[in-house]
Nanobody
Framework: QVQLVESGGGLVQAGGSLRLSCAAS????????IGWFRQAPRKEREFVAA????????RYRESVKGRFTISRDNAKNTVNLQMNSLLPEDTAVYYC????????????????WGQGTQVIVSS
């Protein structure tokens, strides 16, 4: 089992920044790829970004490229998602997830999930 806890969400104006963190405990964190997903009301959960277990390979949703950066610190069992130039359409509940498959672009490919953290971007 891997337990994941997200933090860092909040309310921000368009153009602002937030840094989400995903703290992991349980089984060896460094064995897992970590993905960030988001879900807005009445919409499907969608892939945002992912980072491989080694931290040397990342993937991003097209609409967040150049604005979001995913990083991980295996020594601290954390993965961060730095979100800059936020847009109202980034408003959603953000979830981190752990899985062994790569590149892990679908939520079906992840085995463990956090409870989510709300991000609201006002226009």
């Amino acid at each position: 089992q891997v337990q994941l806890v997200e933090s860092g969400g909040g309310l921000v104006q368009a153009g602002g920044s937030l840094r989400l963190s995903c703290a992991a405990s349980g089984r060896t964190f460094s064995n897992y790829a970590i993905g960030w997903f988001r879900q807005a009301p009445r919409k499907e959960r969608e892939f945002v970004a992912a980072i491989r277990w080694s931290g040397d390979t990342t993937r991003y949703r097209e609409s967040v490229k150049g604005r979001f950066t995913i990083s991980r610190d295996n020594a601290k069992n954390t993965v961060n998602l730095q979100m800059n130039s936020l847009l109202p359409e980034d408003t959603a509940v953000y979830y981190c997830a752990a899985g062994v498959r790569w590149p892990g672009l679908s939520h079906y490919e992840y085995d463990y999930w956090g409870q989510g953290t709300q991000v609201i971007v006002s226009s």
